[in-house]
Each structure stands twice: as C-alpha cells, then as structure tokens.
C-alpha cells in the first residue's frame, strides 16, 4: 500500500512549467507531504516537502489543497536535467515511496 | 562535506552466505533507514532507526536485520542471503523523522546466485 496516487508517466516541454499531481486521499492530520525525485543511476533526492500550507524553495513549488488529500509539484520551468522519476511520499515514522511519475522533457 | 556513504557498492555473493552492508552518516542525524528498489517495484523501506538502539520494521523486513549501536551507522544484515535479495540498496539518514529531508547514500547493488 503506497498510499500515494500518482501518473505512472508524463511529458513536457523544455522551458515550459510542470505540474505533477498526487493523491493521497488517506492522508492523517501529522503527515507531511514529500516530494523526492531520481534521476537515473543515482540515489533519490529531496526536492520539497510540506505540512499544510504552499511551499516553494529554490527548486520547486508544492501547492497542497486545502483538505491535504492531494498535492501538487509545480517545477516553474523544466530543463532536460529535470528528467527523473518524481515520487509523492507521506511521510511519518516510515516512508513509502511508491512507483513514482516519470517525467520526460522534450527538447 | 555532509554526506552517506555506503559499503560496498557492488556485492555478488552466493546463497547463505552473511553479509553485512555498513553504511554511515556525517550529520549527527537521529534518523536512518534502509530501502531496496526493484524494478517495478518502486523504493521499499526495508528497516528505520529513530535514533540509537531504537530500530522498526518497514514494509519488506523479511530476510534482513539491522542494528544502532552507534548514530553515524546503520549496518544492513542479511544472515542468509537469498537470489530474491537481488536488488539496489540505498541508505538514507535525516536529523528527525516526518518533516524533514532524508539524504540518500550512492547505492549498494547486490547480486546473490
């Protein structure tokens, strides 16, 4: 049980904004909402997280809607090194991953 | 430099035969954890330490055992080693669970026979 819901893929142009979405409709009141992405041959790296309210931070931004059952990733303006698997985590003690989105860039 | 380091990197082995993946953390981290990822299969957390002498199961446990003896390390057990085992391994640590970044080591690949 993953408890997250997200697209198995998506694509999107250079330079153009990306939304990914995920659903985590069992979400409990003290989960925070990660986002970590891996790019290929290397470990999963973290790219933002959030409790309750929107969050942005140099890399991206995470929209998360008012009842916390689902989260948006906002990457302003993708680059060909934004291509990666983007993984939506809850998170408290554990954190299950799930299969992840993976985002294409196309030139 | 802040960092994970995990050892070895690349392991055969054959069936039964114990080892020991050691990995450790610079950053004074209360937090660590392991994953292995299949193919398909997404990241699985095998095992998670709040802090020392405090371990917890995660979703696929089985077949594996950890010890926190000391902060910066968080050693990976597998006493019988099996072909299903085969699988990419990562280490992460963070100062807490919940609400903060976890920093993944490099990876350790595992091949049993």
């Known amino acids: 049980d993953a408890k997250t819901t997200q697209p198995n893929s998506m694509e999107s142009n250079e330079e153009e904004p990306v939304h990914l979405p995920c659903n985590h409709s069992?979400?409990?009141?003290?989960?925070?909402i990660h986002w970590y992405r891996q790019l290929p041959s290397q470990g999963p790296e973290y790219v933002i997280h959030?409790?309750?309210s929107n969050v942005n931070n140099r890399m991206a931004s995470l929209a998360i809607a008012e009842d916390r059952k689902s989260s948006t990733l906002i990457l302003h303006r993708a680059t060909l090194r934004d291509a990666a698997v983007y993984y939506c985590?809850?998170?408290?003690?554990?954190?299950?991953f799930g299969t992840g989105t993976r985002l294409t860039i196309i030139p | 430099e802040a960092q994970v380091t995990q050892n070895p990197r690349y392991l055969i082995t054959v069936t039964g035969k114990k080892l020991t993946v050691t990995c450790s953390q610079n950053?004074?981290?209360?937090?660590m954890s392991w994953y292995r990822q299949d193919p398909g299969l997404g990241l699985r957390q095998i095992y998670y330490?709040?802090?020392?002498?405090?371990?917890d199961k995660g979703d696929v446990p089985e077949g594996y055992k950890v010890s926190r003896k000391e902060k910066r390390n968080f050693p990976l057990i597998l006493e019988s080693p099996s072909p299903n085992q085969t699988s990419l391994y990562f280490c992460?640590?963070?100062?807490?669970?919940?609400?903060?970044?976890?920093?993944f080591g490099p990876g350790t690949r595992l091949t049993v026979l």
């Open positions: 992460a640590s963070s100062f807490r669970a919940g609400g903060n970044e976890q920093f």
């Open positions: 069992t979400i409990s009141g003290t989960d925070y």
């Open positions: 959030g409790l309750t």
């Open positions: 985590i809850r998170s408290d003690e554990k954190l299950t």
């Open positions: 950053m004074n981290h209360e937090y």
């Open positions: 330490s709040m802090n020392v002498e405090v371990t």
